[in-house]
Structure formats: structure tokens, C-alpha cells
């Protein structure tokens, strides 16, 4: 016996005329392009943009291509991203001083409140979602305030949270995007901006965030890491997906007008359930932090074709059932888009 079939037996093999033979839509670009279901265009990405008060542009270590950038450096910034067509940028702070409460967070001159004014003046048509959590703000670097045993209090902080919403709505803020998990945090915010009037800033909820070990780097980046304890109370556990629909059906019935699925690429069974249970609102996933030092590393190391990579794994996450994906990987992939269209 030889691995090699009788002829006989190729012959069974082949295929009768009249078969299917889905390789003829793949025979050539134009044909692959012309049955090609899911779309990746600059403008359904979102580019996190790290805002940092009291110093200069810093690259951050673990993240390569992204830098903590300074209040002056975001006009050019602005610029550059609406000209690549970028849909939208997701603002996160990191403020001169933290303390307990996070006050930073809701000032009115506050680092955040600072960049979206200026972004708002350098370009109007820009899209621009504020990050709205404490995490960056407090001196422990917890999403809340915490009790003596360090836990995060639940119904105390959603007081705060509407507080940074509305000081973010206020600055000019088109949405704003709670990340903290913290139970009602969408109810309170729609109730604190609909009170001041704000009734056109949008919702983007984080619904579905778990506590993962992927946010390592953004913690660097940002700052934020907890100086004692976890985020396991509040953020999700890795093992759960129903538990997901509930948290996405809950802040749907609180007035989100988005969601979010974070991180993606371990939770794009995530991304397609929220999304077929909640079809009617957009729905965004997360490229986060380690998700991009992964990619990151291994292209560095010669180990993964960059470009190749990076495409695949953004039109995985929209085929998976994202309208919009936040990744740090936006500019570079707008580039890459612009160039092959
Ligand atoms: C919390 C927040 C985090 C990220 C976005 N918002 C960190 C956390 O929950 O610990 C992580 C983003 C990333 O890893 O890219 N404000």
C-alpha cells in the first residue's frame, strides 16, 4: 500500500460536472472583491488617544507607535486623523496630580475637559468619545471609590461618573463612554446629562468588559493599574458569555445608544452574540492594549507580516459582528486602506 490513490479510486474523487466549486469566486482579485461580505473602511475605526498634563510627548514602552501625548501636540493630531478619514478618537486622561476621590476627573479644567475643547476646535468634524472611569484619577487607581477594605462602592461612584459625563458633555464631547462596569453607571449618566440639557450626547456603553490580563499595557500607558487589589468585582469573569447578554440587556434598558464588547479577539463569540440579540444599536469591540503589543512584538521579531496581520485581525472582528473597532492600530491601518483602495 502507497499513500498514492488507484487510478480507479482518483477517478470516485473528482468532481462530476455540475458541481460546486466555490474556488471560481476566488479565482481572481475582482472576483474575491466582488463577493467580498465584510468591509473594513478608516472610518469605522476608533484611535485611543492617551492625554497626559505637566509633561511632553512619551512613548510608552510596552505599546510601540503610541505615545502619551501632550495638550499642544493634539491640534496637529486632530488634523492628521480627520485627514486619514478615522471615524471617531476615544479619549483617556492622565492627569498632573490623583488623589482618593479622582477629582481630576470631573474639573472643569481637567486634563480631558482640556483636550476635547481643543480638539473640538481644531476640528469640528472629528468624532470624539470621551473614556469615562476613575481608574486614572484616583491616587489607588481603582474605576470607583473604594471603601476601608477596598472595595469598589457601587452606588457612590455612579454620582461621580455622571459628574465626569457631564463635565465631558460640557467641554464638547459628542459621546461619552463609560468603561467601569459599575452597576447603573449607564441610567445615571443618561439621567445627569438629559438634567443639563444634554440630551444629544450619545452613550457608548463598555457592556460587556471582562477583567482581563490584556489591559497590562494600557495600565502602563495610562497609568491606572490598581495599587492594591483587582478589577475581578466588577469586570466580568472570563468564563461567562450569559452573563454578558445581561449586562448588555441592562444597559440597552438604561439608554444606551451603543455597546461594547472588550477585549476582542478572545471574545469574538461575545461580539457575535451581542450583536444578534441587540441588532439594533451599533455595536463596538475593543482591540485593546495587549491585543496590539502581541502584534506588535511579534512583527518587531520578523515573526508576523504586520500589515497582513493587523488587516486580518480588524476584518475578523467586524466579520465577527463589530460595526466600529476602537484599536490602536486605526492610523496605521487607515494608511494601509487608503493605500490599497
Ligand atoms: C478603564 C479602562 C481600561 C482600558 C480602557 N479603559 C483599563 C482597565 O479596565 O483596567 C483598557 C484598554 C486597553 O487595554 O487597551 N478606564
Redesign the pocket.
Known amino acids: 500500500m502507497t499513500g498514492v490513490p488507484e487510478r480507479g479510486a482518483l477517478d470516485a474523487l473528482r468532481l462530476r460536472s455540475g458541481a460546486r466549486r466555490p474556488r471560481r469566486l476566488r479565482r481572481t482579485p475582482a472576483l474575491r472583491r466582488l463577493v467580498r461580505e465584510t468591509t473594513l473602511d478608516p472610518g469605522d475605526l476608533v484611535y485611543?488617544l492617551l492625554v497626559v498634563e505637566g509633561r511632553g510627548r512619551t512613548p510608552v514602552p510596552s505599546m510601540p507607535g503610541i505615545d502619551q501625548l501632550p495638550l499642544a501636540a493634539l491640534e496637529a493630531e486632530a488634523h492628521e486623523l480627520a485627514e486619514l478619514g478615522i471615524g471617531a478618537v476615544l479619549l483617556?486622561g492622565i492627569p498632573a496630580a490623583k488623589d482618593p476621590l479622582g477629582l481630576e476627573s470631573h474639573a472643569d479644567d481637567g486634563v480631558v475637559q482640556q483636550a476635547v475643547r481643543t480638539l473640538r476646535a481644531a476640528s469640528p468634524e472629528l468624532v470624539v468619545i470621551t473614556?469615562v472611569?476613575?481608574?486614572?484619577y484616583t491616587d489607588h487607581g481603582h474605576?470607583g471609590l473604594v471603601d476601608a477594605d477596598g472595595y469598589v462602592l457601587n452606588d457612590e461612584t455612579l454620582e461621580v461618573l455622571a459628574r465626569i459625563a457631564v463635565s465631558h458633555a460640557e467641554a464638547g464631547a459628542d459621546v461619552v463612554a463609560p468603561?467601569?462596569?459599575i452597576d447603573g453607571m449607564v441610567g445615571a449618566i443618561r439621567a445627569a446629562l438629559d438634567a443639563d440639557g444634554r440630551e444629544q450626547v450619545a452613550i457608548l456603553s463598555?457592556a460587556v468588559?471582562y477583567a482581563?490580563a490584556?489591559?497590562?499595557?494600557?495600565?502602563d500607558?495610562?497609568e491606572?493599574?490598581?495599587a492594591f487589589g483587582d478589577?475581578r468585582s466588577h469586570?466580568l469573569d472570563v468564563a461567562n458569555a450569559r452573563e454578558a447578554e445581561l449586562e448588555a440587556a441592562l444597559d440597552v434598558a438604561e439608554g444606551a445608544d451603543a455597546l461594547m464588547v472588550?477585549?476582542a479577539l478572545g471574545y469574538l463569540d461575545l461580539v457575535r452574540r451581542v450583536s444578534e440579540r441587540f441588532p439594533e444599536l451599533p455595536l463596538a469591540a475593543?482591540?485593546?492594549?495587549?491585543?496590539?503589543a502581541m502584534v506588535k512584538a511579534a512583527a518587531a521579531n520578523g515573526w508576523l507580516d504586520e500589515r497582513e496581520t493587523v488587516l486580518e485581525i480588524l476584518t475578523s472582528i467586524r466579520r465577527a459582528g463589530a460595526d466600529l473597532v476602537?484599536t490602536?492600530h486605526a492610523r496605521e491601518a487607515a494608511r494601509w486602506l487608503r493605500e490599497q483602495a
Open positions: 485611543p483617556f473614556d472611569c476613575l481608574c486614572e474605576c468603561s467601569g462596569m463598555y468588559k482581563s490584556f489591559y497590562g499595557p494600557f495600565r500607558a495610562a491606572g493599574a490598581p478589577r469586570q472588550k477585549p475593543y482591540n485593546v492594549s495587549g491585543e496590539y476602537v490602536y
